[in-house]
């Protein structure tokens, strides 16, 4: 049995020198209108993992404030914030295989509960003197700002996932999901007739729905014409696409968690790969229904039906891993949203065909679980872990929470050679009576990092292979290695039986790490 004594604790130390974002090496190459680029894509050994030019990295990111507000919101946020920021914790890691990641909604969904009135407000749309938009103009303030938030992204090796639509702004309104009330969602959608020059309510209906709203109901179908308003859809896209299309170190997520019919993310999943460059990657956010996983309005737009169709690249799973379908509690999170990871990527492998599957947004974005979820990602099989705005009352302090925990995960992450990993659900055989359950994750045989929940320590049982290995106790949230040896670990001879680890108690999560020697 190897022993880690409840009254001894190593804290590792760490000097970190204090790097500026220019020095970082940044991981995409420069956009190329000529010729073609190294884009991101799935790692070709492991496709559960994403690569650029071949090296294989894990994305993490936290933020202080929603997804659209650096493009939208002008006076209000500070363009580069998290870019620098984020920037300079990747510059203090100093790995190439990991690397920030941040999302970006590019037009603002008029979702103020947060945030209060905003002034100025820029859309993609050119606004006119009676307040009302024209879908066929571009506002000229809003294209800059978006080129330098992708420029900048690109020069300090930020991953970007930029949605084309957002579900929020077009479901909440009169006759929605609710009604927020005017100012807010589609009351003050430029898509909504009242508020655009080119069509009426004749053409689109100023009112919404939870399900299938008319915004959804503009493509060709058996009993319908295309409406017009899917020119204005495809204009904005097209213009979309010549912004960014070029940018190698973007991800095209198709939505904000949408409620829309399958047929529509697919019309547009296929749309976009008729308009990209070759090799972008197009992926997709499905709400779920908070049962099963499955879409919150059409059941099959969901994670397992995206997995094994080839119009997408990616899955973003962060709403079938999150607090809606699992609670608060962050180890039924991270458990939970581990079971499913493992259900789509079985599927996955049943068809012959993985993909990456992403998490571009956590709501325990806090210190109170925030680290248990974050780690959970990983060590469930995804391919990113990224911290959502802070929903507490301390925001400062939730976001300085979330750089920290960042850091320690990628400074963890420098030194295991995940790519080569996938989950390992027959590794833990048993675990102390209190725990709620683990996750395991590695390459067969070779090297492992398991995941303990609940802070109860007591004998934690591995089905490994015979021979000498070395173990590691490590505790995210405080940053400590537990036991004799500290980060060095400890060496123990495996044979035929069980190794049998018996883990003090801890803070919140632990992280067994395992290499054979």
Known sequence: MLQFPTCFSFRLLCVIALATAALHAPLLSAVADDGPVARVRPYAENPRYLAMDGVPFFAIGATHRHSWTPISRPAQFELLQDLDRLAAAM????????RGFVRCLPYDPMNHMHDGPVDPLLQPWKRLDDGRYDLTEFEPAWEQRLRTFLDAARQRGILVSLELWDDWSVTRGIGGAWDPGPGHGWHSHPFNPDNNVNYDRQV?????????????????????????????????????????????????????ETRAPLVWSRYWAEYLRQHLPAGTMIGEMPSTNRRDGGGECD??????????DDRYDFVDIAQA???????????????GGAERIRQYQQAMAEVGKMK?????????SIPAGGTAVLWSRMTGGAATSRFHRPYGKRPAADTDFQYEALERMGRFLAGVPFWHFQPQADLVAGLPQASPGANAIGRAGREYLVQLFGGQ???????????????????????TYLGPGGQAGQRIEVGDDPLVVNVPDYDETAILHLRRL
């Open 299 to 308: 059941p099959d737009l969901n994670p397992l039906t995206l997995a094994t």
């Open 91 to 98: 510059a203090r890691i100093d790995s190439p295989h990991v």
């Open 204 to 256: 689109l209906p100023h009112t919404t729905r939870a399900c299938v709203s008319p915004f959804y109901e503009t493509l060709p179908a058996a009993n319908r014409d295309p409406s017009v308003v899917l020119g204005f859809q495809q204009r904005y896209v097209d213009h979309l696409v010549k912004l960014a299309g070029n940018y190698p170190n973007v991800l095209w997520n198709l939505s904000n």
């Open 356 to 364: 990456p599957l992403v998490v571009s947004k956590d709501y325990l």
């Open 321 to 335: 891993v999150s607090s809606h379908g699992f609670g608060r509690d962050p180890a039924r999170q991270g458990i």
């Open 457 to 479: 320590g007591g004998q934690v049982t591995l089905q490994i292979a015979p021979g000498r290995w070395r173990v590691v106790l490590y505790e995210p949230k405080t940053d």
